[in-house]
């Protein structure tokens, strides 16, 4: 079976990550939509809402699952089993960023595999950071964020 973890802060979640996690579907049995706790971070959003966000997004898919992990995102793939990493790649500083950390995971995670998604063009200047200072500032976050996002957010 090939289990794939997509990992993330989803702080909050994006309609650029639900469009990698849509694509990466066919390719794997299953995708484990993953927050990594990260202590040296502080975040907007709890990591109880953040779960809850992604499970109601991601609620008529069966073969995601949601989940959160402390720790190496390596050592979270090798515990539950899963062989392969999903990483979305919208720009050049992406890219490098994340070509040190996939050789490394390669290396901790005992062949753990990395696979990258080239965002879509209509996605690819989307990002938490940006939905973040929208939300701060007031201003309208919805066309970046899910429905079930920013319905709760104009509640
Ligand atoms: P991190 O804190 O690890 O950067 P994020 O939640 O910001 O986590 O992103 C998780 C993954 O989703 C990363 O691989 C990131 O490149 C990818 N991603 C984020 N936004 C987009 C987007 N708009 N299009 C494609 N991939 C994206």
């Not at 994006?14 to 484990?32: Q, S």
């Not at 809402?49 to 979270?76: C, P, S």
């Amino acid at each position: 079976m090939k289990i794939a973890v997509f990992p993330g802060s989803f702080d909050p979640i994006t309609k650029g990550h639900v469009d990698i996690v849509m694509r990466a579907l066919p390719l794997f049995d299953k995708i484990i939509v993953a927050i990594g706790i990260n202590s040296q971070k502080t975040y907007l959003y709890s990591l109880e809402q953040r779960m809850a966000w992604l499970t109601e997004v991601f609620q008529d898919k069966e073969n995601v699952e949601i989940d959160y992990f402390e720790g190496l995102t390596a050592h979270f793939c090798n515990k539950i089993g899963a062989q392969y990493l999903i990483r979305g790649l919208r720009s050049a500083a992406d890219f490098d960023y994340e070509k040190t950390i996939s050789q490394l995971n390669n290396i901790v995670g005992k062949d753990l595999e990395t696979v990258f998604l080239i965002s879509q063009p209509q996605y690819s200047h989307i990002s938490s950071t940006i939905v973040r200072e929208l939300i701060i500032g007031e201003g309208d976050a919805s066309p970046f964020i899910p429905d079930v996002v920013s319905n709760d957010l104009s509640k």
